[in-house]
């Protein structure tokens, strides 16, 4: 069993000596009970002391209302240069997690005006059309997917995962970017060994190194020949003649990869394990009494794709509840324990309910002016995907029970190894 407490240094702050709980809860690298961290995260909470993997110590806000305050919170930026344990040279460049703590400039690390110029940058070439042009090609892809999982049986066990879920957003994606599909499989591959808690320190800067390879290669043909994707349009968007940089453009073709992909395999899988695991909700959606959008909405609250954002820091001391976060001290954005909050969601906020009524949504791709720049895309593939899939296999189920299901060890994302089902008959 994986330890899941220690009493590494205390973080408090050194004016007040205030902090958060005595004990350390350390992040489970091999992600063996994902449901029950975010338990003992919540009970902890609002801010909690965390482990990374690899040692690393900081401060979890695990509790709803707290993690809204915080992510408005202009105390609470994104640039690591406000870390006092990178200050002190104490986080190692071959750190698992460096990928994700220090990824180079692009959205996910400014704030404030330079943030607002780089998210406008590309609103001005994710346009409406753009967007509204995947639909039919997301349709396409779908259905393509589905025809090949038709060519396996009824009681035949497959991998929803390999076959369905993991394929989609990564043809979307590529086909937004203007990818090659002959580079999918690697791209699969690298963004396996990225995402993984696994991968050996000594490995990262040389899956970063391959990752930044493929994108630049990528950038050098559509300098050469534009096409209407969205890394020309990216290459051509300005504000006042001021364009992206090099290494800003890099970046944010990175970011744009991983949040258009990553967070809906999750989304995908999740939903159909909600449903599965509850029949009564699942003949609910199949009868036409609730929508497909309440079950991802409640997909996302239940159980969000992002389990762990790394990471914030404080540029003062900011009070948190009872508890205070330290000026300099990192803070995860604990996605996977806020959205089963009883404070904000009740009784019942463990429950899968896609016919909760609440007032207040969940906040799973962020909230304020860093909401993930891949939320309107995960929700409009899962929108097309999981009413296809139904209404093509409208008796699949789940081969193993839920509890046998093994999450993926990465400590940031909420991502699942297989999903073997069997279809069913097929319409």
């Known amino acids: 069993m994986t330890d899941t407490t220690a009493t590494p240094a205390p973080l408090t702050c050194p004016v007040t000596g205030a902090g958060a709980a ?11 009970d994902l449901v029950g961290e975010g338990a003992r995260l919540r009970a902890a909470g609002p801010l909690a002391r965390v482990v990374l993997p690899g040692g690393v110590p900081c401060y979890a806000v695990t509790h709803h209302t707290e993690a809204r305050a915080l992510l408005n919170d202009p105390r609470v930026v994104k640039d690591i240069g406000h870390w006092n344990a990178w200050q002190r040279g104490e986080i190692a460049m071959d750190w698992p997690l460096i990928g994700f703590v220090n990824p180079g400039p692009s959205m996910l690390t400014v704030d404030g005006p330079e943030h607002r110029r780089l998210r406008l ?17 997301i349709e ?10 038709s060519s396996h049986t009824a009681n035949e ?35 396996d060994r990225f995402f993984s808690s696994e991968t050996e320190p000594g490995e990262m800067p040389k899956v970063i190194a391959e990752i930044d390879e493929i994108f630049t290669a990528v950038i050098a043909e559509k300098r050469a020949t534009s096409s209407d994707d969205l890394t020309s349009a990216l290459l051509n968007a300005s504000e006042e003649g001021d364009r992206l940089t090099e290494e800003e453009l890099l970046n944010t073709i990175k970011v744009m990869v991983i949040a258009g ?48 954002v790394l990471l914030r820091y404080a540029t003062e001391d900011v009070p948190v509840g009872d508890s205070v976060l330290p000026k300099g001290e990192g803070l995860v954005i604990s996605f996977g324990a806020l959205g089963r909050d009883e404070l904000v969601h009740g009784d019942t906020a463990e429950d899968f309910d896609i016919t909760r009524e609440s007032g207040v949504k969940h906040i799973s791709f962020g909230y304020g002016p860093h909401v993930c720049p891949g939320a309107a895309l995960a929700r409009l593939e899962a929108a097309v ?38 279809l069913g008959k097929r319409t």
Not at 25 to 32: A, G
Not at 121 to 137: D, F, I, K
Not at 270 to 298: C, F, N, Y
């Open 140 to 149: 396409a892809i779908t259905d393509a997917l589905l025809e090949n999982l």
């Open 22 to 32: 005595a004990e350390a809860i350390v992040l489970d690298p091999l992600v063996s």
């Open 261 to 308: 992909h990553e967070t809906t395999i999750s989304l995908i899988l999740q939903a159909v394990i909600g449903l599965e695991t509850h029949p009564d909700q699942r003949a609910k959606v199949m009868a036409g009494e609730v929508s497909w959008e309440a079950v991802i909405e409640e997909t996302l609250r239940w159980s969000t794709p992002t389990s762990h």
């Open 157 to 191: 066990v497959v991998d929803l995962k390999a076959l369905f879920a993991a394929p989609l957003p990564m043809q979307v994606v590529t086909e937004l970017m203007g990818v090659e599909q002959v580079v999918s499989p690697r791209l699969t591959a690298v963004f």
């Open 385 to 422: 995907a999981l009413p296809a899939l139904y209404a093509r296999f409208p008796d699949l189920t789940l081969a193993v029970p839920a509890s046998d299901l093994r999450n993926k060890a990465v400590v940031t994302q909420n991502d699942l190894v297989e999903v073997p089902v069997r």
């Open 121 to 137: 940058l590309v609103a001005q070439a994710l346009t409406v059309r753009r967007v509204e042009h995947l639909r039919g090609n």
